[in-house]
């Protein structure tokens, strides 16, 4: 009884953990859209985190400013087509540069698995409490 009180918690929580980042993902997509300003970008290096088995590209652009910016990519993975010395496309909000997003249709996704993640973790703990 109480690994399955723990359980539906531990769902409940996850699912609005990843309802809540995708929102923020949506809204924050949808200011680039409005009044982003548009930079061309490359891949300048490549990290790897230790829970990782991939590498993340770091990318750099100039703002309006002429201050160089780097950002870690949202989407990240070997297919994403973001090996060094790529050119990529880069929006940004201009008070908030360090908020960039690659701007190319598959990097504007990464609110879909979060959306995903949150209707599965939630449809699971329904799934608690219906089967009790």
């Not at 985190?49 to 750099?60: G, K, Q």
């Amino acid at each position: 009884m109480t690994g399955e009180v723990i359980g539906f918690g531990l769902c409940v929580l996850a699912g609005l953990l990843c309802l809540w980042g995708g929102v923020r993902e949506v809204r924050l997509q949808a200011r680039l859209r409005r009044f982003g300003v548009h930079a061309e970008g490359a891949v300048v290096d490549q990290e790897q985190a230790p829970s990782d088995d991939y590498l993340t590209p770091v990318i750099e652009f100039t703002d309006r400013q002429g201050r160089p910016v780097r950002f870690l990519p949202v989407a990240t993975g070997t297919r994403m087509g973001l090996a060094l010395r790529t050119h990529v496309p880069v929006v940004y909000l201009p008070e908030q540069p360090e908020s960039a997003r690659v701007f190319a249709r598959k990097h504007r996704r990464s609110h879909v698995g979060l959306f995903a993640g949150g209707v599965l973790f939630l449809g699971t703990a329904v799934w608690v409490v219906l089967t009790r």
